[in-house]
């Protein structure tokens, strides 16, 4: 199978940039997909472009359905490769918002990775108060990056993270499971992204006499694909420039074994 879903491209003829959406309907459709929600599929029978089932996009020419691309602004272009990640975001924040009762204005989110670096910068955006913890230092240039844009970082374990309206986990590990339910405030919803498993201790009286939300998400719906580019084109340039770094191919390896640097998203170049 043909790897890659994460793309970017440009359609023949007219030149315009496109992100593709990576899921496919289930079929028969399901309601869910059936409304255009195929992230929401219920037979789990759907297939994903470069994932399962469908060819990926590490090619020099894809066809897809006009109804399965996004259309990115020519400025954008240079960071649409982060799109992808941040319609995952995206849905996340959307369903907590809507999720929590009151009024949040706190978020904290767990794990330093593509996925928690941009849903922090998704949330400050909102106007929230966030922080991010992961296992990096400190001194980290990750870590160094989010001050500049505004969070707060808290290195674990040397710095207990603090309690929060709205925690994404998206360190995919079960330990973030449990200090994302931990760090709830009452009527706070936690979101897990990544954690395969919830390990024993979960704190339940606190969490029903707080009136707390744990809730899973995975995948994006066209609405989420949306908000990510406007989100992406409402973000200092100085960040995300930062988010992004390029590297020439055959360097893949030190990308994939070495340790993670400031840039999220390693993007190697095949010919200029
Ligand atoms: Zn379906």
Redesign the pocket.
Known sequence: MILGHEALGQVIGTGEWVVPVIRR??AP??A??ARGR?DL???S??RERGIFGAHGYFCDWAADDPADLVGVPPELADRAVLVEPMSVVEKAIARACQTHPGEPATALVLGAGPIGVLAALALRLRGLGVSLASLEPRDHPRARLLERAGIQYSSIPDRTPPMADIVIEAAGAPAAALAAVQSLNPLGVAVLLGAPEMPPGLPLLDFIAGNCTVLGSVNAGPESFAAAVEDLACLDSHVLDALIRRAAFGDFAASILGPPGEAVKIVHILAE
């Open positions: 309907a289930c459709p399901c869910s997909c195929r599929c219920l037979t029978h759907y």
